[in-house]
């Protein structure tokens, strides 16, 4: 069993930061692929950023890339999003997930997810 806790949430103003954590917690296979998702209300669940855990290869979405950063504290079991240049469009439930296969930003390749975490960003 996994089991995801995601963290850091708040309000903030525009072009200000946040950063996010998602620890990971349970049976941690060797090799792994974490994301962080996101849903504005209304709107589908995106995926933002992903991070193979083996080989720390990263990859972004548009929306996101050049703002956002993830990496991971392997010691802690931990995943972070760092958000930078937020915008009012980045306003969202921020999710993390799990993928035991492919790593991608599809939320069906991702298997375990943690109970989010809110961000609002105001003009």
């Known amino acids: 069993q996994v089991q995801l806790v995601e963290s850091g949430g708040g309000s903030v103003q525009a072009g200000g930061s946040l950063r996010l954590s998602c620890a990971v917690f349970?049976?941690?296979?060797?090799?792994?692929?974490m994301g962080w998702f996101r849903q504005a209300p209304g709107k589908e669940r995106e995926g933002a950023a992903n991070?193979?855990?083996?080989?720390?290869?990263?990859y972004y979405a548009d929306s996101v890339k050049g703002r956002f950063t993830i990496s991971q504290d392997n010691a802690k079991n931990t995943v972070y999003l760092q958000m930078n240049s937020l915008k009012p469009e980045d306003s969202a439930m921020y999710y993390c997930?799990?993928?035991?296969?492919?790593?991608?930003?599809?939320?069906?390749?991702?298997?375990?997810w943690g109970q989010g975490t809110q961000v609002t960003v105001s003009s």
């Open positions: 991070i193979n855990i083996g080989s720390g290869s990263t």
């Open positions: 997930a799990m993928s035991w296969g492919y790593c991608s930003l599809r939320r069906s390749d991702f298997r375990f």
């Open positions: 349970g049976y941690i296979p060797g090799n792994y692929c």
